[in-house]
């Protein structure tokens, strides 16, 4: 069984989402293989290729929240993402263009399909563990040679801002065609799955749909 799932790089809910879907599928009670697959989906197609600001900043531009309201909001999804086992620092994250590393990630589903869940776990490591920034090419080669991708394949992506493009758009358009406008958005069999819902309720919708 396939899941297809739309999420993006620089959303925190994302992360902490997949880390539970996995945490629901490694409990299930199957000898059917359930694979995950990861969809584009850019927060802001816009953001800058450098940071402008910290995250409490970003809280305050972009939902109206004040200061103290916005550090509130970062702790309690940092929080969050430390609940489940996360190296999270969601504080010092740093809010950049991601579509080089849907890019890459595209690259790595095409050519090297089982190292394309290892580089998932890495560039998000690498968002909000290392806080480091997806949009330079440094970043994305250190994640591309901790996949064990091939490296002269993965510099090429990395450097020809084409290369892969098409998929990502592809990807956003078909989430676009299906109504999806916020991420992660699972789609288990003829349920979705929005937000980072509990484990729970993951489970419940996994059954329901190896049972069909």
């Given at each position: 069984?396939?899941?297809?799932?739309?999420?993006?790089?620089?959303?925190?809910?994302?992360?902490?989402?997949?880390?539970?879907?996995?945490?629901?599928?490694?409990?299930?009670?199957?000898?059917?293989?359930?694979?995950?697959?990861m969809?584009?989906?850019?927060?802001?197609?816009?953001?800058?290729?450098?940071?402008?600001?910290?995250?409490?900043?970003?809280?305050?531009?972009?939902?109206?929240?004040?200061?103290?309201?916005?550090?509130?909001?970062?702790?309690?999804?940092?929080?969050?993402?430390?609940?489940?086992?996360?190296?999270?620092?969601?504080?010092?994250?740093?809010?950049?263009?991601?579509?080089?590393?849907?890019?890459?990630?595209?690259?790595?589903?095409?050519?090297?399909?089982?190292?394309?869940?290892?580089?998932?776990?890495?560039?998000?490591?690498?968002y909000?563990?290392?806080?480091?920034?997806?949009?330079?090419?440094?970043?994305?080669?250190?994640?591309?040679?901790?996949?064990?991708?091939?490296?002269?394949?993965?510099?090429?992506?990395?450097?020809?801002?084409?290369?892969?493009?098409?998929?990502?758009?592809?990807?956003?358009?078909e989430?676009?065609?299906?109504?999806?406008?916020?991420?992660?958005?699972?789609?288990?069999?003829?349920?979705?799955?929005?937000?980072?819902?509990s484990?729970?309720?993951?489970?419940?919708?996994?059954?329901?749909?190896l049972?069909k």
């Amino acid at each position: 069984m396939k899941i297809t799932y739309w999420s993006d790089y620089a959303c925190p809910f994302c992360y902490i989402g997949e880390t539970r879907m996995k945490k629901a599928i490694a409990a299930m009670d199957t000898t059917e293989p359930i694979e995950l697959e990861m969809k584009a989906f850019q927060l802001d197609p816009n953001a800058p290729r450098k940071s402008v600001g910290n995250m409490t900043d970003l809280f305050v531009r972009k939902y109206g929240f004040s200061p103290d309201e916005a550090e509130k909001r970062i702790d309690s999804i940092t929080a969050m993402g430390r609940q489940e086992g996360l190296n999270f620092n969601f504080v010092d994250a740093q809010f950049v263009n991601t579509v080089d590393a849907h890019r890459l990630t595209k690259y790595a589903q095409s050519k090297e399909p089982e190292k394309a869940d290892r580089l998932i776990e890495v560039l998000m490591d690498a968002y909000f563990g290392k806080n480091a920034a997806l949009s330079e090419p440094d970043v994305l080669r250190c994640a591309a040679q901790s996949a064990g991708l091939n490296m002269e394949e993965a510099e090429k992506v990395i450097k020809f801002d084409t290369l892969y493009l098409d998929e990502v758009q592809q990807d956003e358009t078909e989430a676009y065609m299906r109504g999806v406008s916020s991420v992660p958005l699972f789609i288990i069999g003829d349920e979705r799955i929005a937000g980072a819902d509990s484990i729970t309720r993951m489970k419940a919708a996994l059954q329901k749909a190896l049972e069909k």
